[in-house]
């Protein structure tokens, strides 16, 4: 199970892992400059659930428990669906105002 694991799934722990430290790094720069949002801690929070669900399935994996190891795969993902879902709509927030938006005295 070990060569399983050291052969299939490195591009996701290395996934997860990135996905942890970059909203991390993120959260950590955006507490620097005082203005903490909401969607950095939710994703932050997201990467962790993640993390800790491909943990716990790594280990489903080293125990040869089969019983588990869907629900662990299943909280990983939801805790990318976390990530991705704050940092869209976040996104979607902090949107460019659309061409009738603009201040007309700049568009003359």
């Known amino acids: 199970m070990v060569t399983h694991l050291s052969t299939?799934?490195?591009?996701?722990?290395?996934?997860?892992?990135?996905?942890?430290?970059?909203?991390?790094?993120?959260?950590?720069?955006?507490?620097?400059?005082?203005?903490?949002?909401?969607?950095?801690?939710?994703?932050f929070a997201g990467a962790l659930v993640s993390t800790a669900g491909e943990g716990w399935h790594a280990y489903t994996h080293l125990q040869s428990s089969t019983?588990?190891?869907?629900?662990?795969?299943?909280?990983?993902?939801?805790?990318?669906?976390?990530?991705?879902?704050?940092?869209?709509l976040a996104a979607r927030h902090r949107r460019r105002p659309a061409a009738d938006d603009v201040d007309e005295r700049r568009a003359t």
Do not use: E
């Not at 005082?34 to 950095?40: C, P």
């Not at 588990?68 to 990318?80: D, E």
């Open 8 to 43: 299939v799934h490195p591009l996701v722990y290395i996934g997860v892992v990135s996905v942890l430290l970059s909203t991390a790094w993120a959260l950590v720069d955006q507490m620097r400059r005082s203005k903490i949002g909401v969607a950095l801690p939710v994703a």
């Open 67 to 88: 019983h588990s190891a869907p629900i662990a795969a299943a909280t990983a993902l939801f805790g990318l669906v976390v990530v991705v879902t704050a940092l869209w």
